[in-house]
């Protein structure tokens, strides 16, 4: 039970003064659903503003507070240009207030002629006069009356002004409770760090490095303390201890040779299955590495023991791929392998709960369905999460519950990630790396192309699909609305359509329908289809061999551990691979940089470290697609800084708290974890 302390935080987001039906859609697409969101939807930055005397006080591109008088109108003669205030200051220098669109009308309102007004915003040059585009605040007296001089900048919405996201935050601060201090005092000493509730108001009032250190802290804290928890947890539960007999496996007629990755990977997985304790380990490998060979191998020992398992995909597409995969690997082995997902229903459906209850299906290859409460297992000994990043920890419990919390667990990933996030974001397990690929494997040219050169490309693919040979095509989704992504991708679609040939390519976005999004995927998969045009939903996992070359548009929109991600779905065949990364003409600096790193280097791991450093460097552009981290208050920086003391003081309150988190610290970071919505570590409390 959450405590009631933390009540009003988790109010609803309508109980907040000025939220109706109308702004619940806005707010809801940036996570403002709880009073404690707003409370935690920190500013981008601060906007610095000066009070000055006089325009002349003032420099170009400086956000300044300054009196001025309107001396005239001037609309634009077609109608469809801006409407300019031309004002003085009090030393009668002018300078042009320009309204764009509705702007407009409001504007001889807020600023009537020949009387002095308060305005605030910023200095430009406009040919050879000052100009200042749609002023941010206009008052009538004294400059205070426009607020702080450093204004908050928050990420906002369609729908959502500053306006009126602003008095919602301020409300949310208002009822903050104080909270018991969960942080060890030594390190709140050492620090100077405020307490939560003063952190809280002052990251909104300006750059404050204590405060959000603090609340960054905070949440990493909470995050190793719940990781913790689950480990400790583990340690009590007692499993299965399975050691099959490798009757299974000296069926499978496998036809390569496993790496001394592979072969590792599954002694230590062959090691922990043994043990009289759930396994809890991460199988982490690039794309390509051969991970699904290695599940296979702990599944079989799992049934030579007459137990099941389960294989869980982020995906319907994924899922059927492996269960195809695992079907033809394990084809000489007599294992019953079923797919099970949200769209199996009747009979078909019916039968496979059957066959897992009495034990006649031995595997069974799913999205989420497998999670639903009608799916009951006779003895599922081994769970197996593909992409474990798509799903939270919280599900992985929820799927091991099902299995008594008994079941070993095998997570696998193929997002590289690097050092300090692995602690971060996996704690509770131990890690296993298959950090050698297959041999044979060659490597991917990788090229950065203007988008000016499109014909150039489309003329390339032509040749390309020409000699037999398939591809993939990615458009990115970079807008607000999805609507407009998926406009981009259907328009490229008809175009691509136009050049190669009606039934010659075929389109994969997630708006589809997911029989017509696996009838699309198949025809490309089968070969009769040469180019799939799709967003990023081939991302994970898909395996065409016959693939071997790669369009990106837009590639400087995508993280670089996505164009890593993406790239990997090529090479894969025995013939060259092209990966052609598109770039716009508004390349940053970090854009830049990132795909120069994509044409250097295909290791997986560099580029994850690559990855969290650019992000580091706190670029706005671009970053909705890099790969999420599991938070949402700590930035990169302050996961690198902050991380490993979060994690110590965890450990020390482990330890002193005897991993029950009694005593009135332990109290407190019950409250951390409830905060941070980590709470299914505190429901692992004998007591909880
Ligand atoms: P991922 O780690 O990305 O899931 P997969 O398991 O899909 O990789 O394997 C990629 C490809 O490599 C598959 O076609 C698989 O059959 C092949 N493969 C796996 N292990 C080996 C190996 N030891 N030698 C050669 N090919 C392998
Ligand atoms: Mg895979």
């Known amino acids: 039970m959450r405590p009631d302390i933390l009540n009003p935080l988790f109010a609803a987001a309508d109980s907040l003064k000025g939220v109706g039906a109308k702004l619940e859609k806005p707010l809801g697409k940036l996570g403002l659903t709880r009073v404690k969101d707003f409370a935690y939807h920190l500013p981008d930055r601060f906007i610095e503003r000066r009070q000055i005397g006089a325009l002349a006080e003032g420099g170009i591109g400086e956000h300044v507070i300054v009196r001025l008088t309107a001396k005239q109108y001037r609309a634009s003669s077609t109608g469809r240009g801006p409407f300019r205030v031309v004002a003085e200051d009090d030393a009668g220098e002018r300078i042009a207030l320009t309204y764009f669109g509705r702007a407009s009308y409001s504007a001889k309102k807020l600023l009537p002629l020949e009387e002095p007004r308060w305005v605030a915003g910023k200095l430009e040059q406009y040919g050879d006069t000052l100009q200042m585009v749609h002023p941010d605040h206009v008052a009538e007296d004294g400059g205070a009356a426009l607020g702080q001089t450093c204004e908050p900048v928050y990420p906002l919405s369609d729908g959502l ?57 905070d949440e990493l804290f909470a995050s190793a303390l719940a990781l913790m928890l689950v480990r400790a947890d583990n340690r009590r539960r007692k499993g299965p201890a399975i050691q099959g007999d490798g009757h299974l496996r000296d069926k499978l007629d496998l036809p390569f040779a496993l790496t001394g990755a592979q072969r590792r990977s599954i002694a230590e997985i062959e090691g922990d299955m043994a043990q009289p304790h759930p396994m809890l380990r991460l199988l982490q490998g690039d794309v390509g590495s051969g991970k699904t060979v290695v599940a296979l191998l702990a599944m079989l020992n799992a049934i030579e023991c007459g137990k099941q398992a389960a294989l869980l995909a982020p995906t319907e597409i994924l899922a059927r791929q492996h269960h195809a995969t695992l079907q033809e690997m394990a084809r000489g082995t007599g294992v019953e392998i079923a797919l099970l997902t949200g769209r199996d229903k009747g009979r078909a459906r019916e039968s496979i709960l059957m066959g897992l209850l009495d034990g006649s299906i031995h595997i069974v290859v799913g999205t989420h369905a497998i999670f639903q409460e009608s799916v009951s297992y006779r003895d599922l000994g081994l769970v197996v999460i593909d992409e474990q990043h798509r799903f939270g920890v919280g599900q992985r419990l929820m799927l091991q519950q099902k299995a008594k919390g008994t079941a070993h667990c095998l997570a696998m990933t193929a997002t590289p990630i690097p050092r300090t996030l692995l602690l971060a974001q996996h704690g509770e397990m131990s890690v296993s790396q298959l950090d050698e690929l297959p041999p044979g494997r060659k490597p991917i040219d990788t090229r950065v192309v203007a988008v000016e050169r499109m014909d150039d490309v489309v003329a390339g693919l032509l040749r390309h699909v020409e000699q037999g040979k398939q591809a993939y095509w990615v458009c990115p989704m970079v807008h607000e609305h999805e609507r407009e992504d998926l406009a981009a991708a259907e328009e490229r679609f008809d175009t691509l359509k136009q050049v190669l040939g009606p039934d010659n390519v075929t389109l994969v976005h997630g708006q589809l329908r997911p029989e017509i999004k696996d009838e699309n995927m198949a025809r490309f998969a089968s070969g009769e289809c040469a180019v799939l045009v799709a967003t990023t939903v081939i991302e994970v996992g898909v395996n065409v061999p016959n693939a071997s070359l790669m369009v990106i548009e837009q590639a400087e929109r995508f993280g670089l551990a996505q164009l890593h991600q993406l790239r990997g779905r090529v090479g894969r065949g025995a013939a060259e691979s092209v990966c052609l990364l598109l770039r716009g003409q508004a390349l940053s600096e970090t854009g830049r940089e990132r795909l120069a790193l994509m044409r250097e280097t295909q290791d997986g791991f560099r580029l994850a470290e690559e990855d969290l450093r650019l992000r580091g460097g706190g670029e706005i552009l671009g970053t909705r697609q890099s790969g999420e981290t599991a938070f949402h208050v700590a930035s990169p920086e302050q996961i690198t800084d902050l991380l490993e003391a979060a994690h110590d003081d965890a450990q020390l309150l482990m330890d002193r708290a005897s991993s029950e988190l009694e005593g009135p610290r332990g109290e407190a970071a019950r409250i951390a974890l409830y905060l941070f919505e980590r709470d299914y570590g505190v429901q692992l409390l004998r007591g909880g």
């Open 161 to 217: 002004t500053a306006g009126r996201l602003q008095p919602l935050i301020e409300q949310s601060l208002a009822i903050l409770p104080e909270l018991p201090e969960w942080i060890e005092p030594s390190v709140m000493a050492k620090r100077g760090w405020p307490a939560w509730r003063e952190a809280l108001q002052r990251v909104h009032r300006a750059r404050d490095k204590a405060a959000s250190d603090r609340l960054a802290y």
